[in-house]
């Protein structure tokens, strides 16, 4: 099988990849921009593989995708690729707008014209996976209610918005033209490199450097935390086994506040590397901030769909795939210093200067 995998040196693409090349024979491009986020040694260690190529290129640029599309002959397509920080989202909301939204509107017109020309065995068997966020569906209660396939739409942050809009824009391709798609929304996802904005990478970074550990707010926000290796698994059982026309929530059970993570990121770096400087534990470096424009209190996914219907469990606990997420950031301090040098100072985005 042929898959594009777009935003492939991303987070979660890599993640992908990485997975699809070590535990099957199927073959794939990478299409990334190459945006900030984007760091090919994220898929160092597959990219020697006669089985994987990358493609450098703007999924907003049609002629470029469809080339890529007319060239590689995929099976089907992952588009993962999404501009996806919420404080970034906040300062500057345009790119997510055209990323999110007219790239995948590009990517889905590219690939109508491509499946509609297909043999007819091929054709049925096209699949456009389109992957995104619980964020889409707002904001949850206290306890209680969970996030399922059929919660409506209520986001709150432009990047939020924008991902929704991308959501319905692939449900009208589906619903209006025919073509073969599956959506699944995922929880928040953690693991081996993560770009290091981000709240588990940025405060295991930050206690490493004897630095403080913010905390928006009361820090009394709920997460639902997803090992991403146990995500790209769920992708690819998603994308190879899923009913056409349908969303697949995936979830990693795993409620947790934004304080219970940063604590339990302390505890696990006082257990591995000791005491830090000036401190008795990790935990003294916390400190509260001003709480984002915005900020929804609770995610938590009902993954009992995809459990049932793809007989797919997440394998790691929060406790267990944060122990080897901070393992992970011990062992390859080269990899998020490079990106500190050049690319990210760690500043704080999403403040709305100028709002009282």
């Known amino acids: 099988m042929n898959i594009i995998v777009t935003g492939g040196a991303g987070f979660i693409g890599s ?127 206290d306890t209680g209610a969970l996030f399922t396939e059929e919660t409506p739409y209520a986001p709150s942050s432009p990047y939020s918005a924008s991902k929704a809009s991308s959501d319905h824009l692939v449900q009208a391709w589906h619903r209006t033209y025919g073509l073969p798609i599956i ?78 993570v940063v604590e339990t990121i302390c505890d696990v770096l006082q257990s591995l590397v000791g005491k830090p400087k000036e401190h008795a534990h990790y935990r003294e470096l916390i400190t509260f901030v001003d709480d984002r424009p915005g900020h929804d209190l609770r995610y938590a996914i009902d993954a009992s769909k995809i459990a049932a219907d793809l007989n797919w469990l997440p394998t790691e606990t929060f406790e267990t795939g944060l122990e080897k997420t901070v393992q992970w950031y011990l062992d390859h301090q080269e990899w998020w210093q490079a990106i500190m040098d050049n690319t990210y100072a760690m500043d704080r985005l999403g403040l709305i200067k100028g709002k009282k």
């Open 183 to 260: 959506m699944t929304n995922c929880s928040n996802n953690y693991g081996p490199f993560h770009f290091p904005e981000k709240l588990i990478p940025l405060v295991i970074i930050n206690a490493l450097h004897n630095k403080p550990l913010p905390i928006y707010g009361k820090g009394d926000q709920v997460r639902d935390w997803l090992y991403v290796e146990d995500h790209a698994r769920a992708l690819y059982s998603v994308l190879t086994t899923g009913a056409v026309g349908q969303t697949y929530n995936i979830g990693g059970h795993n409620e947790k506040t934004n304080l219970e």
């Open 15 to 141: 993640a992908v990849i990485r997975h699809i090349i070590n535990n099957t024979q199927d073959r794939v491009l990478n299409l990334d921009k190459l945006t900030y986020a984007g760091n090919l040694t994220s898929v160092a260690s597959v990219s020697s593989s006669p089985r994987y190529q990358f493609v450098q290129a703007d999924i907003c640029d049609y002629q470029t995708v469809q080339k890529i599309f007319s060239d590689f002959q995929p099976d089907c397509i992952m588009h993962l690729a999404a501009e996806s920080h919420v404080d970034r989202s906040i300062d500057g909301p345009a790119e997510f707008i055209q990323t999110n939204i007219v790239g995948t509107y590009n990517l889905l017109e590219v690939a109508r014209h491509y499946w509609q020309q297909l043999e007819s065995d091929k054709k049925a068997a096209f699949r456009f996976h389109h992957i995104s966020t619980d964020e889409v569906f707002g904001d949850l209660g």
